[in-house]
Nanobody, 122 residues
């Protein structure tokens, strides 16, 4: 599975940005798509995940300002970030895995994108 993020860049405090993650390859094996971020000098942290179980889909967020969604036809997952804060500045990564266990742990993800930089100015 290959993942490619896009949509990062410079945002202003209080504004919004939307990130995209296009998946390709053996995506049928993927049950969890997640977003993580890593700021300089900090560990990679969970942002949001969208989980598929049979015909059901549910989402989990670390912050109510963020929304994760998916377009199955495009094999693309989105992260909508609202009310941006300077502390949201980080490299944002898209990740995917088959297992539905503990989708907040970055070490348990099988596939990663290259990351996209988000910088929020005050």
């Amino acid at each position: 599975v290959q993942l490619a993020e896009s949509g990062g860049g410079l945002g202003q405090a209080g504004g919004s940005l939307r990130l995209s993650c296009a998946a390709s390859g053996r995506t049928v094996s993927v049950n969890v798509m997640g977003w993580f971020r890593q700021a300089p000098g900090k560990e990679r942290e969970f942002v949001a995940a969208i989980v598929t179980r049979r015909s059901d889909t549910y989402t989990v967020y670390s912050d109510s300002r963020f929304t994760i969604s998916r377009d199955n036809a495009k094999n693309t997952v989105y992260l909508q970030m609202n009310s941006l804060k300077p502390e949201d500045t980080a490299v944002y990564y898209c990740a995917a895995k088959a297992s539905r266990v503990d989708f907040t742990a970055p070490d348990l993800y099988d596939y990663w994108g290259q990351g996209t930089q988000v910088t929020v100015s005050s």
